[in-house]
């Protein structure tokens, strides 16, 4: 009882960061696997893709719960409970003889994510002095980004060693051994709320959003866009999202307390954050086609630049957390938005040269630095401004508008560089040169559009204005909370 009473805060962020690995590991490890689920269950891309859509739509439909669930049945319970859902999710996909199983394995393991990593920040944020957030934070994240990085290799090693089940049993003992860790280290919550389930706001965000990420992913080309099943699916979602927002807002008890966003420097993080995370997806779709189609070369190498752009910005967060903690996060936020728009600006310029594969490499290795610099600092400074009741409806909030926008731009980049390339083409140049044209433009205005968001990074909190100690949030943003 007294180590449930009075945890040490190193034995929770241990724990904390086990169930991140865990969660990170498992989602990019299965990459890999979708050619060798086609050929063992005799299914084509479309369906094999359902295997990653599934976690992330099941992950984006549970997080705008999660802060109502842990407020009514505290932050351990939900946590622990996460564990036990993605330990079943990986017995399921571990034993399925057909994709249908695995997909379902894999919503499993999204519902999971989505109850846990929300509540992870919430959890360090309750045992770390405000001063350290950075630091710790940054831990945090470089976790989750060198899982995420190191994954599909882990996974592409243990399918050239053993069976594909294994990708799915191997996340067994490290989630049980979470499990045990979270019983034992994690404090229970002593003053849990209950209040009414907002239904109608449930019921509006997922369909908005189930809509919106299932369209996206049928959506390939202007054709897509344009047919009235996917159009009036875009519609219905819109709308869905457009009436939840309208109704959040008046709600007395809203499932999302979308009045967070009065908070300025919670609403900068979030807006830049997406911004940054928006060109992070981007350069998913757009290396790959820059690299393997365009310069011809190995995917190999789409993996090294990939992976290099994780490897930096991991390495970089440690020193972002700790010149946030000692200087708050303008200036280093600054350097990094500055550092990223420099990476797409010089990619976007580009041409058709035998050494431009190391200089690809530079350039992500660069945009690494910048992410590392900025995405994870933006996201402390921001959630420092939330009180501790609102941290995990906050959190839910940030990656739900993370993930969301990132489908949305993927869908819209595939579709610019269908009709620009086809366009280019109709003018007489040769398709390689159409789609490096293309490539190169979106490049640009991501770079554009990450520069642009330099005059709201400079709106963020000097160390001077950072009085953590006596304001935990903005005064007017937690009177009009308590109010209602």
């Not at 200087?327 to 990619?347: D, K, Q």
Request: one cysteine or more; proline letters at 4%; charged letters at 10%.
């Amino acid at each position: 009882m007294k180590s449930e009473q009075n945890p040490s805060p190193k034995s929770v962020i241990f724990t904390i960061l086990l169930g991140a690995i865990t969660v990170s590991l498992n989602n990019s490890a299965l990459n890999p696997a979708l050619p060798e689920f086609m050929q063992i269950f005799h299914v084509g891309p479309a369906l094999a893709s359902w295997i990653l859509a599934a976690f992330m739509l099941a992950m984006s439909l549970t997080l705008p719960v999660t802060g109502y669930l842990s407020q009514n049945l505290g932050k351990r319970r939900i946590y622990m409970t996460g564990l036990a859902l993605f330990v079943f999710g990986s017995i399921l996909g571990s034993m399925a003889n057909n994709i249908y199983l695995v997909i379902m394995a894999r919503s499993l393991q999204g519902i999971a994510s989505g109850l846990i990593l929300p509540l992870s920040l919430a959890f360090i944020f309750s045992v770390t002095e405000i001063q350290k957030r950075g630091r710790i934070t940054s831990l945090w994240a470089s976790t989750v980004m060198f899982s995420l990085a190191i994954g599909p290799f882990i996974g592409a090693i243990i399918l050239a060693t053993s069976r594909w089940e294994m990708l799915f049993l191997l996340n067994i003992p490290i989630a049980l051994f979470t499990f045990i860790l979270a019983a034992k280290h994690l404090t229970k919550d002593q003053n849990s709320t209950k209040s009414t389930f907002d239904w109608v706001g449930f019921s509006l965000i997922t369909c908005g959003l189930g809509y919106l990420i299932w369209t996206c992913h049928q959506i390939k080309s202007w054709q897509d866009l344009t047919s009235s099943s996917n159009f009036v699916a875009l519609g219905l979602a819109f709308g869905c999202l457009l009436f939840f927002i309208f109704h959040q807002l008046k709600s007395k008890a809203p499932l999302l307390n979308l009045r967070l966003f009065q908070c300025r420097h919670y609403s900068l993080s979030v807006m830049i954050v997406m911004i940054q995370t928006v060109a992070m997806f981007e350069c998913l779709v757009l290396l790959p086609l820059l690299i393997q189609e365009v310069f011809n070369f190995n995917p190999i190498w789409t993996g090294i630049a990939l992976l290099t752009t994780a490897l930096s910005a991991s390495l970089s967060l440690n020193l972002a957390g700790k010149v946030l903690d000692l200087h708050g996060p303008r200036n280093i936020v600054m350097l990094g938005l500055v550092l990223s728009a420099i990476a797409m600006f010089a990619l976007g310029q580009l041409s058709i040269q035998p050494h431009n594969m190391v200089v690809i490499i530079v350039l992500m290795t660069l945009r690494g630095i910048g992410i590392g610099f900025s995405v994870t600092p933006l996201t402390t400074a921001g959630l420092n401004y939330i009180a501790q009741p609102y941290l995990v409806e906050a959190t839910a909030m940030h990656d739900m508008v993370r993930r969301t926008a990132s489908s949305i731009a993927i869908v819209f980049v595939a579709i610019y560089l269908e009709i620009r390339s086809s366009s280019f083409m109709q003018q007489g140049l040769p398709q390689l040169l159409s789609l490096h044209v293309s490539i190169n433009e979106v490049f640009l205005a991501t770079g554009g559009l990450i520069a642009l968001t330099l005059p709201c990074a400079y709106f963020l909190a000097s160390k001077k204005q950072q009085h953590f100690s006596e304001f935990s949030t903005e005064p007017s943003l937690i009177n009009g909370l308590d109010k209602d």
